[in-house]
């Protein structure tokens, strides 16, 4: 993967029923990508050497790692790290609803910590979502929308406060 996060752009190969799923879940997020946003990607990735990409791969390569100690020790959020992208999907491992989800997710916009609720992202179409154990392992309900997207493309510090809050707010 490739891309500009902030102008909502980005590039990558793979298998066809991959990229057919990243399509569809493109066309949740970004209705349409226009001319000059696609123009400026474009200058600003030809310059992926730059002293901006560098910074933003260093961050971006710390809170890899930040994500995978949180995770590691975390007795609220399940999930994993991102290999190549700013995103990530983690579950609430005590949530059984979506009611339940969807007042921890408020509040932590209500902290200002700002998450996608996977459960706009079509839980429910696909046979694995309605299975309660994968490997004779018990899900968390982040098959079933329990949880949220979280973007790792963020300063270091306020990426550390953020994952901080969010095991706060779902103890």
């Known amino acids: 993967c490739f891309g500009v996060p902030g ?23 970004t209705h349409t990508v ?7 990607s474009f200058e600003v990735l030809k310059n992926f050497q730059s002293s901006l990409f560098k910074q933003m791969r260093e961050e971006w390569l710390e809170n890899k790692k930040t994500l995978q100690s949180f995770l590691s020790s975390s007795q609220n959020i399940i999930g994993s790290v991102p290999e190549g992208g700013l995103v990530t999907s983690l579950g609430f491992k005590n949530t059984r ?4 989800t969807r007042k921890l997710i ?15 992202m079509e ?20 098959n079933k929308g329990y949880g949220f ?19 706060n707010i779902s103890r």
Do not use: D
């Open 123 to 142: 839980f429910g179409k696909f046979e694995f979502q309605k299975q309660s154990r994968y490997l004779n392992e018990k899900l968390c309900g982040i």
């Open 34 to 40: 226009n001319p000059i946003t696609e123009w400026i």
């Open 97 to 100: 609803s979506l009611q339940q």
């Open 149 to 167: 997207r979280l973007g790792l493309g963020c300063e270091v510090n306020e990426f550390k406060k953020a994952l901080k809050e969010i095991e």
């Open 7 to 29: 102008l909502r752009i980005g590039w990558c190969v793979g298998p066809t029923k991959a990229l057919a799923h990243m399509q569809n879940e493109k066309n949740y997020t």
């Open 106 to 120: 408020l509040e932590l916009q209500l902290k200002g910590i700002f998450v996608l609720p996977l459960e706009s």
